[in-house]
């Protein structure tokens, strides 16, 4: 059986950059999901049983390219996402494996409710209002 592959943030990085045809996905739970992710991000958490539902209901062709990350080069989570896409029958999966952690030592954009806040954040000074 294959194996999933491993990316890298500057790769990944170049694939958001330049569009490239590929399906990310945060594998972390719905609130991690939510108070950040990596631009573009899906969701589908490796921790709940419809984990593979859910990741069927965004990539419906199985040779599609699929990268999922979790939190950091010590999270688990993404590596088994990657092994359980490759036993389900998805072909190009990549393993993002420094998640979060990594791509925020980049210095690297995110999405999410936490990025807005800090943005609002810097408009307003909570110390003084």
């Not at 330049?18 to 950040?36: A, N, P, T, W």
Request: hydrophobic content about 35%.
């Amino acid at each position: 059986m294959e194996k999933y592959k491993e990316i890298t943030r500057e790769e990944l990085k170049k694939w958001i950059d330049e569009k490239k045809d590929f399906v990310l996905i945060d594998v972390l739970s719905q609130g991690s999901y939510e108070g950040r992710h990596l631009p573009n991000a899906k969701h589908a958490s490796a921790s709940e049983t419809d984990f593979l539902e859910s990741v069927e209901k965004l990539v419906s062709n199985k040779e599609m390219v699929v990268v999922v990350y979790c939190a950091s080069f010590n999270c688990q989570l993404s590596p088994s996402a990657a092994t359980n896409l490759v036993e389900a029958g998805y072909t190009n999966v990549y393993d993002f494996e420094g998640g979060l952690a990594d791509w925020q030592d980049a210095k690297y954009s995110f999405e999410g409710e936490i990025m807005e806040e800090k943005v609002e954040s810097k408009s307003k000074c909570s110390c003084c209002d």
